[in-house]
């Protein structure tokens, strides 16, 4: 959940960027603030470490060459987020047509990296988690995602998807649902 004080940062951030003095700097601090959670973000969505950071410098650079046309009409938030998702799934759909596999078949390429980290341990809850999210369709993963690991609202949620609050809270039920199975074995 955002502080009401990183909104007026945000504001400040874009302000300062339009600035050719203080763009470089007012850049760093916007790649400090956001990383972290943009990083967590698409880790979820690719998995993979090295891929993961592919896709970040990919938002970042999107982020740079098109931050001073931003118009605020959403929060800064809002928009990185929609980036990150939009660059994630740009990714995954390369990675689709690069091994022309099926659906299922992807899902379980993504599920065999999951199960390839080194730090992997079926037997912890976050590992058997994140093998039940894997399981998850596409959008059902992210809304999953940006709900459960970012507590994201559904209007917030709305503005980075591009979909109504109600089939994001429908998305969300279902995904919830089938963690729940997967999880009990049901």
């Known amino acids: 959940m955002l502080d009401p004080s990183d909104q ?20 760093t601090q916007l790649v400090r603030k956001y990383q972290e959670r943009l990083y967590w973000h698409i880790r979820r969505m690719v998995v993979a470490h090295e891929d993961t950071n592919d896709i970040l410098q990919n938002v970042f650079i999107k982020v740079w060459k098109n931050l001073g046309e931003f118009r605020e009409e959403s929060n800064l938030y809002t ?11 740009t990714w995954i759909e390369q990675q689709k047509r690069r091994t022309s596999v099926s659906l299922s078949d992807n899902e379980d390429l993504f599920s065999e990296r999951l199960t390839a980290q080194k730090d992997f341990d079926p ?47 429908a998305s969300y039920h279902h995904a919830v649902k089938k963690v729940e199975a997967f999880l009990t074995g049901n």
């Open 8 to 27: 007026i940062d945000d504001h400040m951030l874009v302000v300062s960027f339009r600035d050719e003095k203080l763009k470089e700097a007012s850049f």
């Open 79 to 89: 928009w990185l987020y929609r980036i990150g998702t939009n660059e994630a799934l």
């Open 123 to 169: 037997n912890k809850i976050e590992w058997k988690l994140q093998q039940a999210i894997q399981t998850l369709p596409e959008k059902q993963r992210i809304v999953f995602n940006l709900r459960y690991y970012d507590e994201m609202p559904y209007e917030e949620m709305s503005g980075v998807l591009d979909t109504s609050v109600g089939a994001l809270k």
